[in-house]
């Protein structure tokens, strides 16, 4: 006699091709949201590293490869790494006080890309005005240097942050990583920018990626730093709110800490996101309420599979900025230390993010509650697209040069209950 099981459900036979909304992830020229980062202003190098005179440097910004330099009068310059000459990359080149001469056969660009001397030819180019090389705008601020690669008639003007505004006297503008290879154009990495962007909106990774799973990661957790019931997987639902803003996606986590005469102070642990690219981070190591902010960050894509990252903290104390740099470990190292191992066993950012892949494939995910932040980012961001389409200003950019950007990120005071008295009773009103 003969049986014929069920047959089993779920396998990966037959499954449609994997994709990804390219609408969303695509960058480069021409593409939808390409099109739409071009009209803001980014960072593409630190202005403490760029130095007059120095080595061009070469990077690569939404699919374009560029060079950035600084010329002996101090001006930053972005242009085309391809000389308009024959093709040599300026990478090569020399820096002159007026500019940057090609290698090849001595052409001379301006930072606006003038050729201004012909080096082999009759009275060293007698029509060099014919020739221009591709360049683009930067400015300086927050000591980062800016590009813009957008329609020169819709140039923007470059965003002012109250998080970085007006530093104190003894205050200086930290923006540089010391890491070989990220020093002057920030820190790269071989995915795309979506895949860290999306993950400044996701709290819940927090929760369980840097705590229940590979143990607490958060230097301080439990001493100096956040509670233990900060990371508490079983609560984080009830404690996230999400909320649209005239910038971005906002949320706020909601912890309690009990003090040592029994007194209970409720907090909120705010990240604010303002599109397309840049985002706040509270002082993550080290609890600190109720101050003004002082960092934040922008995600740059190279192009759709790589991404660098780029920051500006404004503060007097350095020990803020190696909190920064080294306050997230991994079996209590950084993650350069780790062995194949440790990268298996205690992963982080680095690990997880990497592992969505190159790009995200949307097709292959399954979103839940925990993803809302992650959803309202993405309509915002595709939105963003449809305005600039229509031949509208999309969300941010800035036409008054007065107009400064309030960042709501920061650890709050919520509110504050007497020892002994039940969480649910109206909580007195926050210092």
């Not at 021409?30 to 803001?40: D, F, I, K, S, V």
């Not at 984080?236 to 910038?247: G, M, N, P, S, V």
Request: glycine share 10%.
């Amino acid at each position: 006699m003969t049986t014929t099981s069920e047959a089993d459900t779920g396998t990966g036979y037959g499954r449609p091709k994997p994709s990804y909304n390219t609408r969303l992830r695509e960058v480069g020229p021409g593409t939808p949201m390409g099109e739409a980062l071009r009209r803001y202003w980014h960072p593409i190098a630190s202005s403490e590293t760029l130095i007059a005179g120095a080595l061009p440097q070469k990077t690569r910004v939404l699919g374009e490869d560029l060079v950035v330099f600084r010329d002996g009068q101090g001006r930053p310059g972005v242009v085309f790494e391809r000389c308009a000459h024959r093709g040599a990359s300026l990478y090569y080149g020399r820096v002159e006080d007026d500019g940057i001469r090609c290698c090849y056969h001595g052409w001379k660009f301006d930072v606006q890309g003038h050729c201004i001397e012909q080096a082999c030819e009759p009275g060293l180019g007698r029509r060099r005005d014919a020739a221009r090389q591709p360049w683009y705008p930067a400015a300086e601020r927050y000591g980062l240097v800016f590009v813009y690669m957008g329609p020169p008639e819709l140039k923007p003007e470059l965003p002012r942050y109250d998080a970085l505004e007006n530093p104190a006297e003894d205050e200086r503008y930290f923006a540089s990583w010391p890491i070989p290879g990220a020093t002057i154009t920030g820190a790269p990495a071989d995915f795309s920018w979506l895949n860290i962007y999306e993950n400044s909106a996701d709290p819940t990774h927090v929760t369980w990626l840097h705590s229940t799973h590979s143990g607490y990661q958060m230097t301080g957790t439990g001493t100096f730093g956040y509670p233990e019931n900060f990371f508490d997987p079983a609560l984080i639902a009830e404690r996230l709110t999400y909320e649209r803003t005239d910038h971005g996606v906002k949320y706020t986590q909601r912890f309690e800490v009990e003090g040592e005469d029994g007194e209970v102070t409720e907090y909120g642990f705010a990240v604010d996101q303002h599109l397309p690219n840049v985002f706040g981070l509270p002082d993550f190591v080290k609890i600190a309420p109720d101050g003004r902010q002082d960092q934040l960050l922008w995600i740059v894509p190279s192009d759709d599979t790589s991404h660098r990252t780029f920051f500006s903290i404004r503060t007097n104390d350095p020990e803020r900025f190696g909190r920064f740099l080294g306050g997230i470990t991994q079996n209590g190292k950084q993650n350069h230390e780790l062995t194949d191992e440790e990268h298996q066993k205690f992963p982080g950012d680095t690990e997880a993010q990497g592992s969505q892949g190159a790009i995200t494939l949307d097709s292959e995910e399954t979103l839940a509650t925990g993803d809302r932040g992650v959803v309202m980012l993405r309509r915002m961001l595709l939105a963003m697209a449809d305005d600039v389409e229509a031949g509208r200003d999309p969300i941010n950019i800035i036409r008054d040069a007065s107009e400064v950007h309030h960042v709501e990120t920061g650890l709050f005071t919520l509110g504050k209950r007497p020892a002994g008295e039940n969480a649910d009773a109206p909580a007195a009103a926050g210092v």
